[in-house]
């Protein structure tokens, strides 16, 4: 069965510093892998995903994830965060189906907060 | 082209009532996925519809139901409704060509 673990509950950081949140994730086979994100009471916005090639994929809003398959990590990163990325993020794998689209399974989410 | 809508937006209903929740999918998109996310949670899949019939289900009682209409449309019903049935109910439209999930703004709903 497929899983999905975000280390991070909560994230604090400056605004204008770096911010990476980890994704570790267990799936039998060469996965899809998505970042989404959630303001408070919103749906989720899709950030970025990978499906094969390029393991460094390039995002919405500056954020950026690379997938180390020997690590079984997806980790996002943003080099220089903005007030406005306070956010709860889900990280993703999809469960490759040809017939339809993915079944994803989320992480628990690591909620980003940025002090001025 | 639109987004995903579902309706309501918020809802409130007593314990052991049922209730029906409605999305529209994405122009375009032909598989609708029900997610169910608690507070404080990432969202867990409940099951997901493709062409009018159910393709996988999630760890959920048969309680919770579906429909998938000609249009795409999608309905989630959960009957007998449980004090932890409390969260906020997401569906994402999905297409063969396209496996991007687009999610709607979810329905809040609140068992009392």
């Known amino acids: 069965a497929q899983s999905v673990t975000q280390p991070d509950i909560h994230i604090t950081v400056s605004e204008g510093a770096s911010l990476e949140l980890r994704c570790n994730y267990s799936y039998g086979a060469t996965p899809y892998l998505f970042w989404y994100v959630q303001s408070p009471g919103q749906g989720l916005q899709l950030l970025l995903k990978?499906?094969?090639?390029?393991?460094l994929v390039q995002g919405i809003k500056g954020f950026e994830a690379e997938f180390k398959r020997s690590q079984s990590s997806f980790n996002l990163r943003k080099p220089s965060v903005h007030w406005s990325d306070a956010a709860e993020y889900f990280c993703a794998v999809g469960a490759q189906d040809r017939a339809a689209g993915n079944k994803l399974t989320f992480g628990g989410g690591t909620r980003v907060l940025v002090k001025p | 082209e639109t987004g995903v809508t579902q309706s309501p937006t918020h809802l409130i209903k007593t314990r052991g009532q049922q209730v029906t929740l409605r999305c529209s999918s994405q122009?375009?998109?032909?598989?609708v996925s029900w997610y169910q996310q608690a507070l404080g949670q990432g969202p867990q899949f409940i099951f997901q519809y493709y062409r009018e019939e159910e393709n996988g289900r999630g760890n959920f009682p048969p309680r919770f139901s579906g429909l998938q209409f000609p249009n795409y449309s999608s309905e989630l019903n959960v009957n007998a409704l449980e004090l932890d049935d409390s969260a906020l109910y997401l569906c994402?439209?999905?297409?063969?060509?396209?496996?991007?999930?687009?999610f709607g703004q979810g329905t809040r709903l609140t068992v009392v």
């Open positions: 990978y499906f094969s090639g390029d393991t």
């Open positions: 994402a439209s999905s297409s063969v060509s396209n496996t991007e999930a687009f």
């Open positions: 122009s375009g998109h032909n598989t």
